[in-house]
């Protein structure tokens, strides 16, 4: 009987794989509690895409968010690794609103640097070394159906090496990201999302049901 307890006591607690309580993952991020709720609707569709155990496999993220398979796409699988913050194959709930988190309107702007340098840092040096934003570059106009001949590529990425790397030691540093960017912040307009504003309307069920849990955390 004691193991015929234990074993009901066990299934009826058991949490989802990956599980983070959402009124701690809202006081992390830039969402509300009702925005994290709506969050996770989404997510559950995304991990039972291909794989229905509860967790987003890049498979699922890359077909998804990009419509393409894990070979063909650099840019997309940046972001499911970078997304993938234990870096075991998989994106667990919480990950995918604290990185998702990053996209909101209301994220600092030096998270967004951060993350977009990362992006760039293909072998994580802590660099940005030549090749890397040529693959990037490459990648990003592939994701967006954009064409330009080589020498207009090989153009674009010697000004930026002319304008960032100060040090002029043939690689871009953190710094010298940052220092890039505040003049020329359109380098991360992608690394806002407006919709994410509005995900609640997007999933209206969770409004009623989480609604008292946010004016609590104003209170």
């Not at 994290?36 to 997510?43: C, E, P």
């Not at 667990?92 to 990362?118: C, N, T, Y």
């Not at 540093?173 to 999302?193: A, H």
């Amino acid at each position: 009987m004691y193991a015929l307890k234990s074993w009901f006591c066990s299934m009826k607690f058991r949490r989802p794989p990956g599980f983070e309580d959402h009124d701690l993952l809202a006081s992390e991020t830039s969402f509300s509690v009702n925005e994290v709720d709506a969050l996770k609707i989404l997510y559950e569709k995304l991990s039972s895409s291909i794989i229905d155990d509860g967790l987003i496999h890049k498979e699922e993220f890359l077909l998804a968010l990009f419509n393409c398979s894990p070979k063909q796409n650099l840019f997309a699988q940046r972001l499911f690794d970078l997304f993938d913050l234990k870096r075991n194959g998989v994106i667990e709930f919480g990950e995918f609103v604290r990185s998702l988190s990053i996209f909101h309107p209301r994220a600092p702007q030096a998270d967004k640097i951060e993350f977009a340098f990362k992006l760039y840092d293909l072998n994580h040096t802590g660099y940005i070394e030549r090749e890397e934003l040529k693959e990037m570059v490459f990648a990003i106009l592939k994701e967006s159906e954009l064409t330009l001949p080589d020498d207009a590529i090989e153009a674009i990425i010697d000004k930026t090496f002319l304008e960032a790397d100060t040090n002029r030691d043939g690689r871009i540093d953190p710094e010298e990201w940052k220092e890039l960017v505040i003049r020329y912040p359109s380098l991360i307009k992608n690394m806002t999302l407006p919709c994410l504003k509005e995900i609640t309307q997007m999933f209206p069920s969770f409004v009623m049901t989480t609604e008292a849990r946010d004016s609590e955390l104003v209170s």
